[in-house]
Structure formats: structure tokens, C-alpha cells
């Protein structure tokens, strides 16, 4: 049996862990005020990169138990240079903080060792999923790939993201996300009409895109698994991802065969009703009134009923109006949200059915009302560390919601105690460490 260091209780946003082991993989158990609803999933989780960890942490938020198969020091160097120094023992604060990783826990597996990959097999035999981030080709190397691993269980579910898929003449290109988002098309759609384009983030491709699609893959191969009583194959692709965002995008394209131009369109900035404005403070508000009766909220509220036959039309989904009298509006807005604070402002037109929005820099974003009330900052304790916020939980389920169980991993936490659930001695597991198979 084992206890993690953390004790579960909780009052506010303050969440303290606990759980309990029947003595093998397959059974975990924690005591909560209501069951989760991915209680009993196991996953295995060889994702490298935030975009699969994120996948993973909303399965996890949901209750399944996901283990975190992670390489040793000496096996993961090409990966070291990615993460700040950890000089100093500043491993275990900066594990902890990593959110995306939370409510998993962490063995550390050379798996180029033919021990560790027996371990692997042990592991996948009772688990449910196993999600990979590698190169098409590097887990069939090792020994790990799907067809393999469905002979010793026929019900896994096998999940692998990838930047361009298994297939395709783009297979074993490298990438990242500034590259699936320029091929998917995204990228030539972001940005003002000047032409150049802006990057958003890795938000698109990597969260947005991949990280989603795979979870709603895997969500959907359990209901399948349910009905045939065999697990599939899921291959998600970055670039496939990004495509299937644009969907509607797409659609208008194959209809009128005119493709989206950044800047120039209804929603990428191309109309002042639909558009971002300085303020007085030098700081930002967002206007969303595609509807007509809203941009005619706006006009009356500042006085301008003379703007009002000026509303969306279709047309502008394709193209930047040719008319003056748009150019004349936009001139008119963006001098008269120079007059007063963003802050002024939202207050003035949030009471008047108006869409407005403040721009928030990050800071603010945790400070906002709304933010807080729907309870996405969590603060959680860890003995060493102390208090500790994260991000909370976007899915909210009214019978069987989710929880932060425990927080994110140090490198190998937990290998020991995986290791003895599925029968190894601490004899056994001594020698497996100063044989380098785990750490």
C-alpha cells in the first residue's frame, strides 16, 4: 500500500491530496465526495512535449490514473536544454508548477534497456491507453508501438501525435507549432492587412489543435472498446488538427472559391465592429458586434445612429469593404476610445448589451472576476514548497466533476512504488537502478 505525502481535504480553492493503492496498478483508489468520471482509466504517458502532457492532464482531471513514463537524466539529454536550470535543487519547485503534468505520476524507464522495456509490458498489460509524442518510426525502434503492444493487450487504445501524421511525404519532417499552423493554413489568416502575419502563441496547433483532438480521439475509442471489446490505433496530426479548426473557414472557401485574406475579413479585423482599440491609458478593449441589433447598441450608446445601416453583410466574411464610409467609421471609433480607460470604457458598455472586453496582459487574467468565480485558479499546498497556483478545470461536470488529486511529478517520483505494485522487490528494483534501467 502506499500514501502520497499530501493529505486530501478541501475548503476555497485549497486542495490537499491523498490516495490508496489495493497493491497493483490496476486498482486505485481516492477517497472524495464524488466519484470521477474517468475512475478505473488507466494511460500510459510517453508524451515529451506540453501539447500531449496537456492531453493527458484533462484525462487525468477527469480522474484517470495516468503514469508518466519518463526517460532518465543520462537517456533524455537532447531534452535537457529545453527546461531552465534546475541548479540548486530547484527541480521539485519547477515540477511542481508544471500544471499540465498534474495528477499523474512519474516512473522513470530507460527505454532502450530490454529490462525496461519488460517493465513497459508489465504496465501495459493492464492499461487501458498509452499516448506517445515521438517521430513516426522511433517507438516501433524500441519495441513499443502499437501493433506490439495490442498482442499483449488486444483492448488498449494507442494514441500518437505527430506533426504531420504517420504517412505523407511530410512523415519525418520536424516541426513545431509556427510549422503545422503555416502549413494548415492558420497563420496566413492571423495578422493585420499589412501582410505580415502574427504568431499566435503555440496556442493553435499544439493546445488547441493536437492536444484536443486526442483526447476527444481517445474519449471516443473507450465508448467504441465498450461495444467491439478491442482497442484501435488513433493517429493525430498537428497539421490535420489546425486543418479541421478551419473548417468553416474552409467551407466559405469551397463555396465561393474566394480564400480568407488576413486583416480584410469580418473576424480577422477587416470591420470596426468586429476589432480591437487603444485607449486613453494605453491599454486595450475588444468590440465583438457582429449582429446587427448589437453594433446598433453601440451606435446609439455613442451617439451615432447614422452608423447603423453600416452592419455585417455575408460579403464581408470574404473581403475588406471598398466603400469610404467604413474607412470613416473605423477613423471615428478608434479616436473616440482614445477619450477614456479601458477600464472606463467596459464599464460604460458592458451595461449596455455591447460585446466589450478588456485586453488583459497575463497578470490580469487571474485577477478578473469572472476568472475566479468559475474557479480557474486552483491553489494547491505541497509540504516543501507551500501554496501553489495553477489553472483550474475548464470541463465542468455536474455529477462527476473533476479534481486536482496531486500535483505535478519530480523526474521518477513514483518509480519505486509503480514497481512494487506490479511485484518487484526492493531488492530487484535496487539492482534495475544501479543498472541504469531506471532512476
Known amino acids: 500500500m502506499w500514501k502520497s505525502e499530501s493529505l486530501l481535504t478541501e475548503q476555497s480553492n485549497l486542495f490537499y491530496i491523498e490516495g490508496a493503492c489495493q497493491g497493483n496498478l490496476g486498482r486505485i483508489s481516492y477517497r472524495m465526495d464524488a466519484l470521477l468520471a474517468l475512475d478505473g ?78 517493465i513497459f509490458y508489465q504496465l501495459a498489460k ?19 508501438d502499437y ?20 504517412d505523407g511525404p511530410y512523415r519525418d519532417l520536424p516541426g513545431h507549432d509556427i510549422n503545422y499552423i503555416s502549413v494548415g493554413g492558420a497563420l496566413g489568416l492571423i495578422g493585420d492587412r499589412n501582410g505580415q502575419p502574427v504568431i499566435p502563441l503555440n496556442l493553435v496547433a499544439d493546445f488547441g489543435g493536437a492536444a484536443m483532438h486526442a483526447a476527444i480521439g481517445i474519449l471516443t475509442t473507450l465508448i467504441a472498446r465498450d461495444k467491439t471489446g478491442k482497442g484501435q490505433y488513433i493517429d493525430i496530426s498537428f497539421t490535420d488538427s489546425v486543418i479541421s479548426l478551419l473548417t468553416s473557414r474552409a467551407a466559405d472557401y469551397f463555396e465561393h472559391g474566394v480564400a480568407f485574406r488576413q486583416g480584410e475579413n469580418a473576424i480577422g479585423g477587416g470591420y470596426p465592429y468586429y476589432n480591437i482599440y487603444k485607449t486613453k ?29 453600416f452592419h455585417f453583410k455575408l460579403e464581408h466574411l470574404h473581403r475588406r469593404a471598398e466603400d469610404k464610409e467604413w474607412e470613416e467609421i473605423s477613423s471615428y471609433l478608434k479616436r473616440l476610445f482614445l477619450t477614456k480607460t479601458r477600464d472606463e470604457w467596459f464599464d460604460i458598455l458592458s451595461q449596455k448589451d ?86
Open 41 to 118: 482509466i488507466k494511460i500510459l504517458d510517453l508524451g515529451r512535449l506540453e501539447p500531449n502532457a496537456l492531453c493527458t492532464m484533462i484525462l487525468g482531471d477527469l480522474g484517470a490514473d495516468i503514469i508518466l513514463i519518463e526517460a532518465p537524466p543520462a537517456v533524455g539529454k537532447r531534452q535537457a536544454g529545453l527546461a531552465p536550470s534546475l541548479a540548486g535543487g530547484g527541480e521539485r519547485r519547477y515540477r511542481r508548477y508544471r500544471a499540465h503534468n498534474r495528477n499523474k505520476r512519474s516512473i522513470s524507464l530507460n527505454l532502450k534497456s530490454e529490462k525496461a522495456r519488460h
Open 126 to 144: 493492464m492499461a487501458d491507453v498509452i499516448v506517445e509524442g515521438f517521430r513516426p518510426g522511433v517507438v516501433k525502434r524500441l519495441g513499443i
Open 147 to 166: 501493433q506490439t503492444i495490442s498482442r499483449i493487450n488486444p483492448r488498449i487504445i494507442y494514441c500518437s501525435i505527430t506533426g504531420y501524421g504517420q
Open 281 to 309: 491609458d494605453g491599454k486595450f478593449v475588444a468590440i465583438g458586434c457582429l449582429e446587427p441589433w448589437l453594433w446598433e447598441n453601440l451606435c446609439r450608446e455613442i451617439g451615432k445612429e447614422d452608423f447603423i445601416p
Open 354 to 439: 455591447i460585446p466589450i472586453t478588456k485586453v488583459y496582459s497575463l497578470d490580469e487574467v487571474f485577477l478578473d472576476q469572472q476568472v475566479l468565480h468559475r474557479k480557474m485558479v486552483s491553489e494547491a499546498t505541497d509540504p516543501i514548497e507551500g501554496k501553489i497556483k495553477q489553472t483550474g478545470i475548464a470541463i465542468k461536470l455536474s455529477a462527476t466533476p473533476g479534481k486536482i488529486r496531486r500535483l505535478a511529478p519530480t523526474l521518477g517520483e513514483h518509480t519505486t512504488e509503480i514497481l512494487t505494485e506490479i511485484g518487484y522487490s526492493q531488492q530487484s528494483i535496487t539492482e534495475l537502478r544501479q543498472e541504469g534501467v531506471i532512476s
